[in-house]
């Protein structure tokens, strides 16, 4: 079975940091682009940052020139890191990633999320 385990949420003041990291295990074959979404309370689940196997990244109007998404393919980690945290980044991120597994078909995996609370 392959999975995605989210670590690094907390709580943080307006203006701090935090580092999302996301790790992929399992019988993977290869794994295309990675992501992070995230969900607010009450909002529907949105795109934050993704990256291509290649290094491409795409992120959010909203966090461009804050957030920092990178991946290392050799052991199949996804990180974000956030910067100049608002009060508005508050909500659960996923992890996202399409993965072929061994003898099986491509498919998007989810992880369980990591929550981020940001106080004014």
């Known amino acids: 079975q392959v999975q995605l385990v989210e670590s690094g949420g907390g709580l943080v003041q307006a203006g701090g940091s935090l580092r999302l990291s996301c790790a992929a295990s399992?019988?993977?074959?290869?794994?295309?682009?990675m992501g992070w979404y995230r969900q607010a309370p009450g909002k529907q689940r949105e795109q934050v940052a993704a990256?291509?196997?290649?290094?491409?990244?795409n992120y959010a109007d909203s966090v461009k020139g804050r957030f920092t998404i990178s991946r290392d393919n050799a052991v199949n980690t996804v990180n974000l890191q956030m910067n100049s945290l608002k009060p508005e980044d508050t909500g659960v991120y996923y992890c996202?990633?399409?993965?072929?597994?061994?003898?099986?078909?491509?498919?998007?995996?989810w992880g369980k999320g990591a929550l981020v609370t940001v106080s004014s």
């Open positions: 399992g019988n993977i074959f290869s794994i295309n682009t």
């Open positions: 990256i291509t196997r290649g290094g491409s990244t």
């Open positions: 996202n990633a399409f993965i072929v597994a061994m003898q099986a078909s491509g498919m998007d995996y």
